[in-house]
């Protein structure tokens, strides 16, 4: 059976990252889907469900404001019709990249995530010392109408030593190598939406 050929966004970000290692790509989503996902992460944020994010891993987990100020909860299958349309999306350039980079890429963790007028995230970066899965990197912006002067831009440090800062307007994608670009999320005026996650390939440490 012939493969599918790669839709022209994951051929484009395909060809970033072979490149060099990042893409942004704006209007990455179908007409209607940013709005219908930012709605959906406001209607689960007025409900409760959003919970501060936290720094650290396991036992060592804590909430500091300080350091990042944002509001998640991840995404499951079968919740929503449109957080499913946005990951069979992702899952669909997952398949791309393991077929064309050889990644590896098992699987896809995502959160929506958001920023309440003022917060930010501090420098880092997205792969934990003691866990090597988290492979590449995807930000999924849900904002409309969002300018320069709000703020927010994710701040991407490039190899060498220039920064990158992308304007989280809805429906750009932002797609990196998790070990390879620390980055951070600059103050917004406003509030700031967003759909974070990682591709995941096996981890190489014991398990």
Same mark, same amino acid.
């Given at each position: 059976?012939?493969?599918?050929?790669?839709?022209?966004?994951?051929?484009?970000?395909?060809?970033?990252?072979?490149?060099?290692?990042w893409?942004?790509?704006?209007d990455?989503?179908p007409?209607?889907?940013?709005?219908?996902?930012?709605?959906?992460c406001?209607?689960?944020?007025?409900?409760?469900?959003?919970?501060?994010?936290?720094?650290?891993?396991?036992?060592?987990?804590?909430?500091?404001?300080?350091?990042?100020?944002?509001?998640?909860?991840?995404?499951?299958?079968?919740?929503?019709?449109?957080?499913?349309?946005?990951? %069979?999306?992702? %899952?669909?350039?997952?398949?791309?990249?393991?077929?064309?980079?050889?990644?590896?890429?098992?699987?896809?963790?995502?959160?929506?995530?958001l920023?309440?007028?003022?917060?930010?995230?501090?420098?880092?970066?997205?792969?934990?010392? %003691?866990?090597?899965?988290?492979?590449?990197?995807?930000?999924?912006?849900?904002?409309?109408?969002?300018?320069?002067?709000?703020?927010?831009?994710?701040?991407?440090?490039?190899?060498?030593?220039?920064?990158? %800062?992308?304007?989280?307007?809805?429906?750009?994608?932002?797609?990196?190598?998790?070990?390879?670009?620390?980055?951070?999320?600059?103050?917004?005026?406003?509030?700031?939406?967003?759909?974070?996650?990682?591709?995941?390939?096996?981890?190489?440490?014991?398990?």
């Amino acid at each position: 059976m012939r493969e599918a050929s790669p839709t022209p966004l994951s051929a484009r970000i395909l060809d970033d990252l072979a490149e060099r290692g990042w893409s942004v790509q704006s209007d990455a989503l179908p007409p209607g889907l940013a709005g219908a996902l930012a709605a959906e992460c406001r209607r689960r944020h007025a409900a409760g469900a959003l919970a501060r994010a936290s720094v650290g891993r396991g036992s060592g987990q804590l909430v500091d404001e300080g350091i990042r100020g944002d509001h998640i909860q991840w995404l499951g299958r079968g919740e929503t019709p449109a957080t499913d349309q946005y990951l %069979d999306l992702l %899952d669909e350039l997952r398949a791309t990249l393991n077929r064309e980079l050889f990644l590896g890429l098992e699987d896809y963790e995502c959160h929506f995530a958001l920023y309440p007028p003022g917060s930010f995230y501090r420098r880092h970066l997205d792969r934990f010392r %003691d866990d090597d899965r988290r492979t590449v990197t995807t930000v999924c912006y849900l904002n409309a109408d969002w300018q320069a002067e709000h703020g927010g831009a994710l701040r991407i440090e490039l190899p060498d030593g220039e920064e990158r %800062d992308v304007l989280p307007a809805a429906g750009t994608l932002v797609v990196f190598m998790s070990a390879d670009f620390p980055h951070e999320v600059l103050a917004a005026s406003r509030e700031r939406l967003s759909l974070t996650g990682w591709y995941r390939r096996r981890g190489s440490g014991p398990l």
